[in-house]
């Protein structure tokens, strides 16, 4: 295992996780981070020059739609159902005094 994880950074891990781990935990941790590590390592070895970089697996496109109002202003339509109106609002009873 090429890559030691020391206790300062499972103390530091523990901080930003707001963790608190046993000794036996700890130790695990460290045996984990370790592995990724040395994994990380492995991936790092391989050739990808021939390789074209990508930021997903599948290919992604934008599939956004135009944003255009189909339904205009339902002003009219909302006010028509008020008990009372004034201009273009609603009127409703005062409720501070």
Do not use: W
């Not at 990380?40 to 109002?69: C, K, W, Y």
């Not at 189909?70 to 159902?81: E, I, K």
């Amino acid at each position: 295992m090429a890559n030691a994880i020391d206790d300062a950074a499972i103390d530091y891990v523990e901080i930003l996780a707001k963790l608190e781990l046993s000794e036996e935990e700890r130790e695990a941790a460290k045996r984990d981070m370790g592995r990724m590590l040395d994994y990380i390592d492995q991936l790092s070895e391989l050739d990808t020059s021939g390789t074209e970089p990508m930021s997903h697996v599948l290919p992604a496109r934008n599939v956004f739609r135009e944003d255009v109002v189909t339904n205009g202003d339902g002003r009219a339509d909302a006010l028509s159902n008020a008990p009372e109106c004034r201009g273009d609002m609603f009127a409703v009873p005062k409720t501070f005094g």
